[in-house]
């Protein structure tokens, strides 16, 4: 049966890193998410029209969504950036305009779960292992089911970050610990025993995106 040490499976992807800030969504916000994720107090929008007070629609209907004052946000995905809603129509006859919100840095933005990462940085996959790996388990399944889709939904997305690192690097294999990679292969060999577990890890990374940092990492491994 599979069943992984429970405080090991738990901490790996859990652990912070220095390199990987987390947007602060009180001052931007992060387009993959279209700024949903905004909670700051911005109140104008790029026209520079004043926000009106949210409604108790918006409240009710969004009530995740931070609907506070007058203040910009985008509980709707009609919109690509935070919103709010002005006094009378403007000049195109709308009465919602788009608010001047900052865009976060794309590398401290978590990506909707299941979303791949297509930024050149490994930190949003880094945030998805912390963040998506619970909420995919069927609560209804059995525990060594369950602890095996989270074990595995880690993996994944750290297994990721470190493809996305090591693909980045310059210095070949010469360097080549990373955190994102020893978070990855001590999910991977959890439980086993082989010394050069890794090498299977490495291996399969080769398999699925050939690349020469991952390749020379592989045969470095095994």
């Keep these: 049966n599979f069943r992984p040490r429970q405080q090991q499976w738990q901490r790996i992807g859990q652990e912070s890193d220095p390199r990987c800030p987390v947007a602060d969504n009180t001052k931007c916000g992060c387009s993959i998410s279209k700024q949903s ?3 700051g107090t911005i109140a104008t929008t790029e026209s520079g029209n004043n926000c009106t007070l949210w409604h108790d629609f918006f409240k009710t209907s969004f009530p995740k969504s931070g609907m506070n004052e007058n203040y910009c946000r985008n509980p709707s995905p009609d919109f690509d950036e935070a919103w709010c809603a002005i006094e009378g129509p403007n000049e195109k006859g709308e009465s919602f305009e788009v608010c001047d919100v900052p865009k976060c840095d794309a590398c401290s933005c ?3 779960c299941g979303t ?3 930024e050149g940085c490994g930190c949003p996959s880094f945030f998805q292992a912390q963040e998506c790996c619970d909420s995919d388990v069927n609560d209804g399944g059995e525990e ?16 990721e970050a470190c493809r996305i690192g090591l693909t980045n690097r310059k210095d070949g294999i010469k360097n080549r610990r990373d ?3 020893d978070s990855a ?3 991977f060999c959890e439980g086993k025993v ?3 577990c890794g090498c299977g890890m490495y291996e399969h990374m080769c398999a699925e995106s050939p690349d020469d940092t991952i390749c020379e990492l592989a045969a470095s491994s095994c």
Aim: aromatic share 18%.
């Design 37 to 39: 994720d905004y909670r």
């Design 110 to 112: 978590t990506p909707p």
């Design 116 to 118: 791949p990462n297509l």
């Design 144 to 159: 060594d089911d369950d602890d095996r889709r989270r074990f595995e939904c880690r993996f994944g997305y750290l297994k």
């Design 179 to 181: 955190a994102f990679c």
């Design 185 to 187: 292969e001590a999910a």
């Design 194 to 196: 082989n010394p050069y």
